[in-house]
């Protein structure tokens, strides 16, 4: 198997824009996928999780794939929150730091449409969009999809259970000269397969990263027995004993228990930030902007408000309740220990629910440790 980014085939432009961003050694799901979209046009889908490489998986192969000399839409990223097609949208112009330049613009809610339909007057090589602001820019005539050779449809079982399966369906059908659908996700329901069912080749190549290579190994994984009427004293009481240095993100699963954790935190003089699902776009930029700027040790979030976050040096990840999936379970821990560090993943269990452990150790291929 191949050790390096130049045995997988990338360019030396693009290896030293990526070294420079810390990338040097390829993970399981790039060594995987970036010989097989170099190889050839093809279709490709990939069972792959937050936090395991799979913006470069997709996103150096389409780089080195679409020409920029030619002033038209050759790549279409569609991702499903504002925060992951930003990130994804950096990622890319980074990785071009030193190569010939291609034009990545992001369409997501949130930003001013008209300045959406100036930018892409613009010559844009590849475009990375939300389901719904793309659709609305269709709708205006403002971009056309009728060049579009490479179509990535990333986190596509959450975009499913977000409710965009008919954008999708337009999208897809919009997008009829493409060479290659390459679709990235975490879980495969029923939806997503016959998403795929009509959309590649029933024998399209499938990459699984096997279950023990899903969850990141620097994590560790530990269980607190606490009753649900002593959990917000707990974290509390966790977050006291902090150093300024140690930051982390709370998981709620419900927006009323993000609510009311925050208010718990802010009665115990403990600064938190509150990303849940009823703030609007503006509010919940300056919740992001004062975490990540580090005005804000502390961030209490739910599982769909989180999508997308990545903030660097994180040394802690609670969940105030076990999530309802496992695969949430993996994107929730999976915001530790980035880009090689350690982290650590503490959930607190309420006693009646402490046999669920058991479930996600068997089913994430993880052990825990009582805390």
């Known amino acids: 198997m191949s050790h390096s980014f130049k045995d997988l085939g990338i360019s030396a432009k693009l290896i030293q824009g990526i070294t420079e961003l810390g990338i040097e050694t390829p993970t399981p ?47 279409l990223v569609i991702s499903p929150t504002r925060e992951l097609a930003k990130q994804i949208g950096k990622s890319l112009f980074r990785y071009t730091k030193y190569s010939s330049k291609v034009f990545t613009e992001v369409l997501a809610g949130g930003d001013k449409i008209d300045l959406q339909v100036d930018r892409l007057k613009r010559p844009t090589q590849i475009v990375v969009a939300t389901p719904g602001r793309l659709i609305d820019l269709l709708k205006r005539k403002a971009l056309t999809l009728e060049h579009v050779k490479y179509l990535i449809l990333d986190e596509a079982d959450e975009m499913l259970s977000m409710g965009f399966k008919e954008q999708l369906q337009d999208i897809i059908d919009r997008c009829r000269a493409r060479r290659g659908t390459w679709l990235f996700s975490a879980t495969f329901p029923d939806a997503l397969e016959d998403l795929i069912k009509r959309t590649v080749p029933v024998d399209t190549r499938r990459l699984q990263i096997s279950s023990g290579n899903v969850v990141n190994k620097k994590i560790s994984h530990y269980f607190s027995i606490c009753p649900s009427s002593e959990k917000n004293d707990y974290v509390v009481d966790y977050l006291q004993k902090k150093s300024s240095e140690e930051r982390g993100l709370i998981f709620c699963r419900t927006k009323a228990g993000a609510i009311g954790l925050g208010r718990a935190l802010a009665e115990n003089e403990i600064e938190a930030g509150v990303l849940q699902g009823d703030l609007t776009q503006l509010e919940r930029d300056k919740v992001m902007r004062a975490f990540k700027k580090e005005r804000v040790q502390f961030l209490i979030a739910t599982d769909v408000a989180a999508r997308g976050i990545d903030v660097p040096d994180l040394s802690f990840v609670l969940h105030h309740q076990l999530p309802e999936q496992y695969e949430y379970y993996t994107h929730r821990s999976g915001r530790t220990a980035r880009a090689g560090k350690k982290g650590l993943s503490l959930v607190l269990v309420d006693p009646k629910e402490q046999k669920k452990i058991k479930r996600f150790e068997k089913e994430l291929g993880i052990s825990f440790s009582q805390y």
């Not at 060594?31 to 998986?57: F, N, V």
């Open 29 to 75: 799901i790039q060594k995987q996928a970036i010989p097989l979209l170099l190889e050839k046009d093809r279709d490709l889908i990939a069972q792959a999780q937050t936090g395991t490489g799979k913006t470069a998986a997709f996103g150096l192969p389409l780089l080195m794939k679409v020409d920029g000399s030619i002033p038209r839409i050759q790549g």
